[in-house]
């Protein structure tokens, strides 16, 4: 699959690029927003397409042109105030979800946040992310299509281990990015994850094995 | 009927409420978010309940049990940071539609923004403010309620002049509060509006004819 990374400059995104780069069976071109970031990638050999989540549906539909696959983990981050939240993890997450309706392509990967789906268990400090997150979500699942929405609990920077849970409902729990990253991946061609959303953390399963088994 | 108000703190909010109050059609349950809005309405025979857009889905249904029709006018205004748009110009807007499904009141009224359905007309400076108006919308005309979402133009406060102009796409204009409060009465029994979405300004046909042609 040749598989379109919005949000490539990101942590996770970065993983992300890394293991599709060094890929059998995947080719990536990582979408980034600078022409510093762009250089950078394509000094490691990364195609790359300069777009901007603040652009329209069809600049981002040209982007993604060509590609088999695309996989949203884009996000504004804690650096900047909401009114980014508003305009990049909600409303640029739909316009890349438009932009695949209108480039045709199906398959559509959203990394999200544990449980974004129910309201009574968001954070307070941090409510209003998951509100956006939340919206963005739902309009993945109005849409017709074939999305696996991936839902990771706390985010962390330790080395991967490769072995987790994941289940439709998971109170709480923290994943290594990396692990993230290859869940996104291994998630690519598993069936088991078509038209699925569930929450992941770290556990016992191996990555295949537990994907075949949601 | 009886109308449920939420937002009825707001400026168009009061102009429903009084409006409401006159009616020999109606009658008017207000939606308060703190007692002593209470105890202002109620000092005008106004019945009141107290409940906050914050609050759970079930506490929104409870407040609004009984009623036949619910108006949403709420907003956080522009006085509090995007937190509060993301909060309760969407969740809260989502949540008392979930609300009013949960309670089982099919007739359902939101007060949105002109242009709020097309991105590219959106003023720069609330972008933001218009995503949360779009995705509450969006939610709204995905759920099975019997929706009419009126999006005024600029908003005054004189005097309203009882003359309109509505239509499913109007660029820029503007119309006073008092006008839109009584657009939204006219439409709760008006079944050309009934599952429809609209743009609405001052104009030159009076209220009623230009609910029946559009």
Redesign the interface.
């Given at each position: 699959m040749k598989v379109f990374v919005v949000g490539s400059n990101g942590q996770v995104g970065q993983h992300l690029i890394s293991l599709l780069s060094q890929s059998q069976e995947h080719t990536v071109k990582a979408m980034v927003r600078k022409q510093e970031q762009a250089v950078a990638y394509q000094a490691l050999g990364v195609e790359t397409v300069i777009a901007d989540l603040e652009g329209?549906?069809e600049e981002l539909a040209q982007a993604a042109k060509g590609s088999d696959a695309i996989i949203f983990t884009a996000g504004s981050g804690g650096k900047t105030?909401?009114?980014?939240?508003?305009?990049i993890d909600?409303?640029g997450a739909?316009?890349t979800i438009e932009a695949a309706e209108k480039a045709g392509i199906e398959r559509f990967i959203m990394v999200s946040a544990l449980q974004a789906q129910h309201?009574?268990n968001w954070h307070d400090a941090i409510?209003?992310y998951y509100?956006?997150k939340?919206?963005a979500d739902?309009?993945l699942e109005?849409s017709n299509l074939n999305y696996t929405i991936i839902r990771p609990g706390g985010l962390l920077n330790e080395s991967g281990t490769g072995k987790i849970t994941v289940a439709e409902n998971i109170m709480s729990g923290s994943i290594p990015r990396e692990d993230v990253a290859s869940v996104v991946i291994a998630a690519l061609n598993e069936e088991h994850t078509f038209r699925r959303s569930f929450d992941l953390i770290s556990g016992e399963e191996h990555i295949t094995t537990a994907l075949k088994q949601i």
């Open positions: 329209t549906v105030g909401y009114d980014k939240t508003l305009l909600l409303d739909v316009k309201r009574e409510k209003p509100v956006a939340h919206y739902k309009i109005l």
